[in-house]
């Protein structure tokens, strides 16, 4: 018997997720592929932030929690809701509006392009250490370490197969069933 | 059955503030001894249907989020600033939080200031109980919550985190290595099922396999028709006489109405940061330090257990996450040799934490690839988590915040803690000692993980044998107020190296008999 993978039932079809994640994320067009982080048009639905903010925000969020293995459509899904807080909350939309200027401005200072303009990863993680102590950063950071990894879609990506109980439990669906460990 | 409704003005009434693991037992215990009891709970009333397999919806569902405030050099001060403690806010209280891990104290570890000696800057004292005292009480808690390896009954089956676990320990040449003595039912036990290997044991057992008060204590009480439960009940102060006695509480109800229960006696079971935040919100004339805090001990002497984690990435799929939380232990590390550099001990336990908690504590506030590619590693990854005794400090505290109030108004609880230099020699050991575990059996990669918000709260409302160096005396009995007592952690006078839950039940079932003592002779 060899080692029970992920399992099949958790795993979401990639029309399922386009349904859903377009309910998560009503304000992102959800193009297929990379190269799109930073594009202003997929956010021409945003009301209260501008689409360059959130465009900023998206391409932000890939830089700090950086996964190779997770398409742009999560990202969007983490920072869609910023549009609708900035709505709710002034003080949220200050922030955010306050904090695209600022990176723009370091950005500038150091590279001569907005941030979403900057190519090189590296370049923008210079940019992102250099705003890191601000409270931009730190909202958007500590937002996102949920935002991104509660979206229960990427589980499967990383081997994690969430609720059980319904199941009956991992008791027969492999809790121990590791076989690779030297014997002893 | 009936369930119990006592008058507010009945003051023949005992009243118990908080339901977890102190408090329902207690309330269970005078319950089943004929004595009227009203427990008065801050949270909600959940049931298992109601538990959600998801850490952060559960995390909302449960935890204790009422504001507070800390300060002091631990890094949780920092990463978790109003978060100090991961404590519950329903009844059953941490009961239904906690991985069920059942030790019991060394016999030294009743004697710290015997066994450890002076220590600079540690506030030690030796309990007024000893091991053998404790063992009838022990022997009462293992088989009311079902330890198994007590009692005959079996231990669980490990999971792949706990074979990755063993099999590192057993080429180190670790000899006591098993899969734990947990109240976690092995084998269908007291009207409840056997353990189903979901995980998610912190965010309450869906099984009910694990021992929790909101599914064991508290309806056997409430059958006896003695006891009355109040969730959504926050107890603001403690009344008293003008001769000192206590008479009663003021609580706010569901809808923030304020209420009086008057009682014959009170205990305090609200876990060691809401236990002396009362006595001192309760402040009056006659006690203007607050109540029973003449010792000047009330919040004082906070321990938390020196903790710390160490996850490694393998090659090849570990699923950590499949089965229970707390799979196994190592407990070689558990006695007391200071050779190592360091007095006391520590266990070594499985955990698991589910991929959204991971981010959130691997390493709070990191962020980047270095950062994110530990969690790529996470179906590969193994964990455990280390325990061990933590030195009472005087200077770490629990005050009134001077700025910060709750919604009723009240000053909210302030945390200071700073590791002791003995705390930080045994967190290093740990980190070293689990790292070698791991990389036994091929880790590509350790990492070490800073303590989460604490769950072992204890200490601040210590027992003494003198009135002069604590709050209470051995049976739990505030040194000041003879009808006022403490049930919970706060009473201990060290926190041992082992987790506390089952001592605390112990004790609560050993104050029971005394409480029950002291009212037939009268005396209280």
């Given at each position: 018997m060899t080692m029970r993978k992920v399992d099949a039932r958790v795993k979401v079809t990639r029309r399922q997720f386009l349904q859903t994640s377009a309910t998560v994320a009503p304000a992102a067009t959800l193009l297929a592929g990379g190269a799109t982080l930073g594009s202003e048009a997929a956010w021409a639905?945003?009301?209260?932030?501008s689409p360059h903010a959130m465009a900023t925000l998206t391409l932000m969020a890939r830089d700090t929690y950086p996964h190779d293995q997770l398409g742009d459509s999560y990202y969007r899904s983490a920072v869609a809701h910023w549009d609708d807080d900035a709505a709710a909350d002034v003080a949220k939309r200050q922030i955010i509006a306050d904090g695209v200027v600022g990176l723009d401005a370091e950005a500038n200072a150091r590279f001569g392009a907005n941030y979403i303009d900057v190519a090189s990863e590296a370049d923008r993680v210079t940019i992102l250490q250099a705003v890191e102590p601000g409270a931009f950063f730190k909202a958007v950071r500590a937002d996102l370490v949920v935002s991104l990894y509660n979206q229960?879609?990427?589980w499967p990506k990383f081997g994690y197969e969430g609720a059980s109980a319904q199941y009956g439990g991992y008791l027969h669906r492999g809790f121990n069933d590791i076989d690779w460990l030297p014997s002893t | 059955m009936t369930l119990a409704k006592f008058d507010q003005s009945d003051d023949s009434v005992f009243v118990i503030i908080g339901s977890g693991a102190g408090g329902g037992t207690l309330g269970n215990e005078l319950a089943q001894k004929g004595v009227k009891v009203v427990m008065l709970e801050a949270g909600a009333r959940f049931n298992i249907?109601?538990?959600?397999?998801?850490e952060w919806p559960s995390f909302s569902q449960l935890a204790w989020t009422d504001a507070r405030t800390t300060s002091g050099s631990w890094r949780v001060a920092k990463d978790f600033p109003n978060l100090p403690s991961w404590i519950v806010k329903a009844v059953g209280g941490t009961s239904i939080h906690w991985a069920g891990a059942s030790l019991r104290f060394g016999e030294w570890e009743f004697k710290a200031k015997t066994t450890y000696g002076d220590i600079d800057g540690a506030n030690l004292l030796d309990w007024p109980i000893t091991l053998d005292e404790m063992v009838p009480y022990y022997a009462n808690a293992e088989n009311r919550m079902g330890v198994n390896g007590t009692n005959g009954i079996p231990h669980l089956p490990g999971n792949n985190n706990f074979k990755v676990m063993q099999a590192g320990a057993q080429k180190l040449g670790?000899?006591?290595?098993?899969?734990?003595?947990?109240?976690?039912?092995?084998q269908p036990r007291d009207g409840r099922g056997s353990c189903e290997q979901i995980g998610f044991c912190f965010q309450g057992c869906k099984s009910g396999a694990k021992w929790s008060t909101?599914?064991?204590e508290i309806p056997k009480g409430e059958a006896t028709g003695n006891l009355e439960v109040r969730p959504l009940s926050q107890v603001i102060h403690i009344e008293h006489n003008a001769a000192g006695k206590v008479t009663g509480v003021v609580y706010a109800d569901a809808k923030g109405v304020m209420q009086r229960q008057k009682a014959r006696g009170v205990a305090v079971a609200g876990n060691s940061l809401e236990s002396p935040r009362l006595l001192l919100n309760s402040a009056s004339g006659k006690y203007p330090d607050g109540l029973a805090n003449s010792s000047g001990q009330v919040g004082r002497n906070y321990m938390r257990h020196t903790t710390g984690s160490v996850y490694a990435s393998f090659e090849k799929p570990v699923h950590m996450y499949r089965g229970t939380t707390m799979a196994g232990i190592i407990r070689d590390e558990s006695v007391n040799n200071p050779k190592r550099g360091f007095v006391g001990g520590y266990e070594m336990e499985t955990i698991s934490l589910g991929l959204p908690f991971a981010a959130a504590f691997?390493?709070?506030?990191a962020w980047g690839r270095s950062f994110t590619s530990k969690l790529d590693d996470y179906a590969n990854t193994a964990g455990m988590w280390i325990i061990g005794e933590d030195m009472p400090q005087e200077t770490n505290r629990v005050t009134l915040d001077g700025k910060v109030k709750d919604k009723f108004g009240m000053p909210v609880a302030s945390v200071h803690f700073d590791d002791h230099p003995n705390d930080i020699a045994m967190r290093n050991h740990g980190f070293k000692q689990g790292g070698a575990v791991y990389r036994a059996v091929g880790a590509t990669r350790v990492a070490e993980v800073p303590p989460y918000p604490s769950t072992h709260n204890l200490g601040t409302n210590r027992m003494s044998a003198n009135a002069r160096d604590g709050v209470v005396n051995k049976y739990g009995q505030t040194h000041d107020i003879k009808n006022l007592f403490i049930s919970d952690g706060s009473q201990f006078t060290t926190g041992a190296g082992v987790n506390p839950t089952l001592t605390i039940v112990a004790l609560a079932v050993r104050q029971g008999d005394n409480i029950a003592g002291m009212m037939s002779r009268g005396e209280i």
């Open positions: 639905q945003a009301s209260t932030l229960k879609k990427l | 249907p109601d538990f959600v397999n998801d670790y000899k006591t290595v098993f899969t734990g003595n947990m109240a976690i039912n092995s909101l599914y064991t691997f390493d709070p506030g």
